[in-house]
């Protein structure tokens, strides 16, 4: 009998500048559900959710530091089991 991972989430406040953040989420994690509602995205995976600083810095085309994710979103679901200057971890932890 396999386990379900349960299902994390981020939801971003839509903006010009969360997009770039939003498609290197996307990029580096090909499960993701994206939702978009009126001023916001809500991005929601099983079992995880990475963020990458290089991937959002290839996306903005401009260094990224991982604080200022906190401008970006509006709530999530999970914990944040990693955050430091390469990465953002959003998992549930056991």
Known sequence: MSE???QVGID?????????IVAAIRSDNPELTVRHLPGLV????????VINRETVERELGREWETGEF???IVSFA????????????VKWEH
């Open 4 to 6: 379900t991972l349960r």
């Open 12 to 20: 971003i406040q839509e903006s010009e500048e969360n997009r770039g």
């Open 42 to 49: 809500k991005l929601q995976a099983a079992g995880q959710i």
């Open 70 to 72: 906190q401008l970006a």
């Open 78 to 89: 999970g914990n944040l089991s990693e955050w430091d200057d390469d990465r953002i971890i």
